[in-house]
């Protein structure tokens, strides 16, 4: 409604500055035709098919004011009425009548200034009362069309009729049609009281995007609208299908605001098995600036829980933005005096900062965090997510990197990382992680030309690397206990490598490190009389190791072609080898390593190292001349592609990769060769399938204490390898929209804010006070009917199988043999169906399964979902609106799982 009177006010002035001033405006694209005013005989003059500016005849001005006006050039001039050209047309004709002062558009009449546009089937504007009409026009049948259509920008108006009085700006509008944020009006009167004031009676407003068949909305006699601040009702009823309801309210408040404003957040009500009756997600919305904001919000329960969230997003164009959750619960379970009371104090800390690649090209900073309570995903009141019942882990990483331009050029990161475990609930932090490298240094290298040859090619590179670990407990989490076991140390490395090409078809490289390790902690190991054990005593202070190694490789590369017949489906196989020979030589460092006695008699002593158990590892005590051997393989086939129009192959891969790797120990007085490990890898589908196989083959024999012994398997009676262990896995992510079942590609947009997989497996997330999200992916494209029989049922397929061999010591057992599915299918454009479940072939018995259900009611959903087995056995029902303005008219019902207490 504000639109639309507005800019009536615009085009008011327009045709006042045309008419009753001697003024002139523009057709489209044609020139001036000015009315002809020299005809007394008839006060009526017609133009058919001409789009003119008319201007007032000349025997109606008595006097022309620019002869008895002085020009007084102190005076300042006049800001002219108009401040851009205005278009008018009409198809049929315009009609100047000179009796009544009245200037008429019909048919398809159009009038434009700046960025308004009017249409309608027949505007008319009386110069002298100043008002202007405008409405629709019969056709030939006698039914009205071309109703007025008022544009501005995005924003539309469509009433049956207008009219306006500039002198008092009063206005009033029939069957008005617009759009306030998320609602959409129908008002049988508008009555524009000022600038800012407008009353509509007999309204209708709704979500709905069929105004004129809404599947629900609300009735009110009257409102009053502040465009830009608020909405407010009298007795508003709700009416579904068109059918009223019993519900309603005797007023309603809407805010109503084009840019973000602070304000309460109304909360959901309910109960819940273990924690009473609860009032969910109730709080306060700041909108801080442009720039940033902050949602908090608040939940209790009528048995004493109560948690606390904030959640701020921040954005800088071109440079940065990012996202900070923070998540504190104080949960009780059951009652005080009960042989189950437990009560917890759970909190959850995530933050998401990313830099725009453009906002400095020499430096960037990125975090995501992820960190807290190890069990706050599965005892949460407020989220229901079994993907993160079953994630085991918690991770996060805060980067920065920088890079010093030069020559040679350095480049620095200092990172800090997190790892918890949320079953043993131990924590690996590293607070921070310093490294700086300096770029690759040939100091016998030309300054122009190739670097070609062993002596030319030389070159050495410096880094090192700073690092405060810590390895605790959740409990000891920034208390005194993590900081007394904190580790430092720094690595210094400088690695001298060149290689060279032999006999033009094998690559050489070799090369050697310097290593030096610098520690602020070492330990010492001695026996304690008292508790009878040895015990590793920290000591506190500088100290140092330093390493060298040296290391050769050659290699080469085999390429081989298997061609077969042009007019075959398969056309050729393509087979590349890279096999591989590697030296390294390592040498003992005993000056480091010391004894003690393991028992109260001190004869009997042991040899260690001070720097056992430090962030880079100890120096080594045993020499090293190790022998490495590779071989890695690929396959690719040329197939017909009978889609290409000119008849080219298209090449098909078949195994990504197929490696055997093993290496020989010529120091080593037993047991020199290292078991084989075999992996292996391919896609299938167009990449949709990815397989991948590996195996660990031992050529050795075991005793018969299942230990390894100086004996070929082969010599003892066995094969050449003893398979010891091996593993298969299969990940299969596909649907209908895929390239390959004809439709196109899309992301899966899947959010992890919860602790979650980024997969499906195991559905999606639910917030418990906000289920407007539907839970099969995103189903909120609307797309044309097909018809009531269709064929194509949009779905979606993960498919992900495990298996797990293990024959290190004769168990001869399948560890692991587990297969997960999850779908959903669209049996019709409104109803939807899903299922998450997997069977486990070593317990024999079905894995977590859950059903869901989903219909589509346009403006509304409502969705079941059910997990009928298992130790997550739930169920939850839910219909609601999906509009976020009305997000509290809503009915759920739900039984959630069991917390999870460990």
Same mark, same amino acid.
């Not at 004809?742 to 959010?751: E, F, L």
């Not at 997997?838 to 403006?859: A, I, K, N, P, W």
């Given at each position: ?12 002035? @327009? ?8 003024? /002139? ?38 006097? #022309? ?29 315009? =009609? ?6 009245? +200037? ?14 009017? @249409? ?49 700006? =009063? ?35 709704? &979500?709905?995007? #069929? ?67 609860? +009032? ?77 690649? =453009? ?17 706050? $995903? ?19 990483? +805060?980067?920065?990197?920088?890079? $010093? ?98 006999? =033009? ?47 050769? %490789? ?46 109260? /008699? ?13 962030? $880079? ?93 100086? &004996? ?22 596909? %649907? ?16 992890? #804010? ?49 298996? /797990? ?59 079941? %979902? ?12 839910? +219909? ?23």
């Amino acid at each position: 409604m504000r639109t639309n009177i507005f800019n009536i006010v615009f085009i008011l002035f @327009t045709f006042s500055a045309i008419f009753s001033q001697k003024s /002139t405006a523009q057709e489209f694209n044609k020139k001036y035709v000015p009315v002809n005013s020299s005809t007394p005989k008839d006060s009526v003059a017609t133009t058919k098919n001409a789009t003119a500016t008319t201007s007032v005849p000349k025997n109606e001005a008595k006097k #022309d004011p620019k002869k008895d006006v002085k020009t007084d050039t102190l005076t300042p001039k006049e800001k002219p009425l108009l401040e851009d050209m205005v278009y008018r047309k009409a198809k049929d004709y315009e =009609k100047l009548d000179l009796k009544k002062k009245e +200037i008429t558009l019909y048919n398809e009449a159009e009038v434009k200034y700046q960025d308004f546009e009017l @249409t309608a089937g027949k505007i008319v504007f009386n110069y002298e009362t100043n008002e202007i009409s405008a409405g629709g026009i019969k056709d030939s049948v006698g039914n009205m069309h071309q109703f007025p259509v008022f544009k501005q920008g995005e924003q539309i108006v469509e009433p049956d009729s207008i009219r306006f009085n500039s002198k008092t700006k =009063k206005a009033l509008v029939w069957k008005s049609r617009t759009s306030q944020g998320e609602f959409r009006i129908k008002s049988e009167l508008t009555k524009k009281e000022n600038d800012s004031v407008y009353f509509m009676k007999d309204v209708i407003f709704t &979500t709905a995007k #069929d105004l004129d068949d809404p599947e629900y909305y609300f009735k009110t006699r009257k409102i009053k609208l502040v465009p830009g601040k608020k909405v407010i009702t009298g007795v508003t009823n709700m009416v579904i299908a068109d059918v009223p309801t019993p519900l309603g309210l005797p007023f309603a408040f809407f805010p109503m605001s084009e840019k973000a404003e602070s304000g309460f957040i109304f909360p959901s009500f309910g109960d819940t098995n273990q924690q009473g009756y609860y +009032i969910q997600n109730g709080g306060y919305y700041f909108a801080i600036s442009d720039k940033v904001d902050l949602n908090v919000l608040g939940d209790y329960y009528t048995n004493g829980s109560w948690g606390l969230r904030l959640n701020s997003s921040y954005a800088q164009r071109y440079k940065y933005n990012g996202r900070v959750l923070v998540r504190y619960e104080n949960n009780i379970f059951s009652e005080k005096g009960l042989p189950d009371y437990s009560s917890s104090k759970m909190y959850n800390i995530q933050w998401n900062h990313n830099q725009d690649s =453009k906002a400095n090209p020499s430096s960037r900073f990125s975090a995501s965090v992820n960190l807290g309570s190890s069990q706050y $995903f599965r005892q949460t009141n407020n989220t229901y997510n079994v993907g993160a019942s079953m994630n085991n882990t918690m991770s996060s990483s +805060i980067s920065y990197q920088r890079t $010093f331009e030069g020559v040679p050029q350095v480049n620095m990161s200092l990172t800090a990382t997190h790892s918890q475990s949320t079953n043993t609930k131990e924590i690996n932090m590293t607070l921070p992680t310093l490294q700086v490298n300096v770029d690759r240094v040939f100091p016998f290298a030309p300054k122009f030309g190739a670097k070609k040859g062993l002596i030319k090619n030389l070159n050495l590179t410096y880094s090192v690397r700073g690092e405060n670990r810590v390895r605790t407990h959740e409990d000891f989490f920034f208390k005194r206990e993590m900081f007394d076991s904190l580790n430092t140390g720094f690595q210094h490395s400088i690695p001298i490598s060149t290689n060279f090409k032999l006999f =033009k078809y094998f690559s050489v490289t070799a090369g050697g490190a310097f290593n030096e390790v610098w520690y602020f902690n070492t330990i010492k190991k001695e026996y304690n009389p008292e508790k009878n054990k040895v015990e590793d005593i920290r000591v506190n202070g500088f100290d140092s190791y330093r390493t060298y190694n040296f290391n050769a %490789s050659i290699g080469t590369t085999i390429y081989g072609t298997f061609n077969f017949s042009k007019d075959a489906k398969l056309q050729a196989i393509r087979h590349v080898m890279r096999p591989s020979v590697g030296y390294s030589y390592t040498p003992s460092f005993e000056k480091y390593y010391d004894t003690y006695a393991i028992d109260a /008699t001190g004869q009997t002593m042991q040899e260690y190292t001070r720097f056992q158990g430090g962030i $880079f590892g100890a120096p080594g005590k045993t020499m090293s001349n190790m022998m490495n051997f590779g071989l890695s393989n690929t396959f690719e086939a040329k197939v017909r592609d009978d889609e290409n129009e000119k008849g080219e192959a298209k090449k098909v891969m078949l195994l990504n990769s197929l490696n055997f790797s093993t290496s020989y120990n010529m120091s080593a007085d037993s047991l020199k060769w290292s078991p084989m490990r075999v992996s292996a890898g391919t896609s299938l589908f167009k990449e949709k399938m990815q397989i991948n196989f590996g195996a660990t083959l031992d050529p050795y024999a075991l005793d018969n204490n299942n230990r390894r012994i100086d &004996t070929y398997n082969i010599n003892n009676g066995g094969s050449l390898f003893r398979l010891t262990s091996a593993n298969v896995t299969v990940n299969w992510s596909m %649907s209908s929209q895929d390239a390959m079942f004809g439709g196109a590609a899309k992301d899966n947009q899947n959010s992890v #804010d919860n602790g979650g997989r980024p997969d499906d497996l195991f559905g999606r997330s639910m917030e418990l006070g906000d289920n407007r999200k539907s839970m099969l992916g995103n189903q909120d494209e609307e797309r044309d009917f097909e018809g009531f029989f269709n064929a194509k049922l949009p779905w979606d397929l993960t498919f992900a199988y495990s298996l /797990t061999y293990n024959n290190s010591s004769r168990q001869n057992e399948i560890v692991n043999n587990s297969v997960m599915v999850s779908g959903n299918v669209e049996l019709t454009p409104k109803w939807r169906v899903g299922v998450s479940t997997g069977y486990d072939f070593v317990q024999q018995g079905v894995t977590f399964t859950q059903l869901r259900f989903e219909r589509d009611l346009m403006s509304w959903r409502m969705d079941f %979902s059910w997990v009928p087995i298992g130790p997550y056995q739930s169920w939850g029902f839910f +219909i609601g609106i999906r509009s976020s303005m009305l997000s509290d008219i809503k009915w759920e019902k739900r039984k959630a799982p069991d917390k999870i207490y460990r």
